[in-house]
């Protein structure tokens, strides 16, 4: 059997499983499982290659990216050096020479 944490309000430890949820049979109460684990959900940001990308890390584009808004393109190929992982779309922040500060996608690099 699994050990689940003892009710919040009453301390009960005839806590049982519904779902998503933890529901103490004694005084009703019902949370959601997860708040009482810790919060160990740190995002993995992974190249195309699947290899696992960190803050500081250099990278190639894999392929020719066009950029918005201009007729630039950062070719097959180009070194980013340094970059930094960010919750969003473009998942990557890092500067390119010639090109300045720049957003990409972790699937369009590879790591070096
Ligand atoms: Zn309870």
Redesign the pocket.
């Known amino acids: 059997m699994s050990t689940l944490p003892?009710?919040?309000?009453?301390?009960?430890e005839f806590?049982y499983e519904d779902g998503d949820n933890l529901v103490?049979?004694?005084?009703?109460?019902e949370w959601p499982r997860h708040a009482a684990e810790p919060t160990d959900t740190a995002k993995v940001y992974r190249d195309s290659a699947g290899n696992v990308l960190q803050d500081g890390d250099t990278v190639t584009v894999i392929k020719d990216l066009k950029l918005k808004g201009s007729s630039g393109v950062v070719k097959m190929g180009t070194k980013v050096k340094n970059i930094r992982l960010v919750d969003a779309d473009h998942d990557i922040d890092c500067k390119i020479d010639g090109f300045g500060a720049m957003s990409l996608k972790t699937e369009f690099v590879r790591k070096v």
């Not at 009710?7 to 009960?12: A, I, L, V």
């Open positions: 003892a009710c919040p309000q009453c301390n009960s806590t103490c049979p004694e005084c009703a109460h």
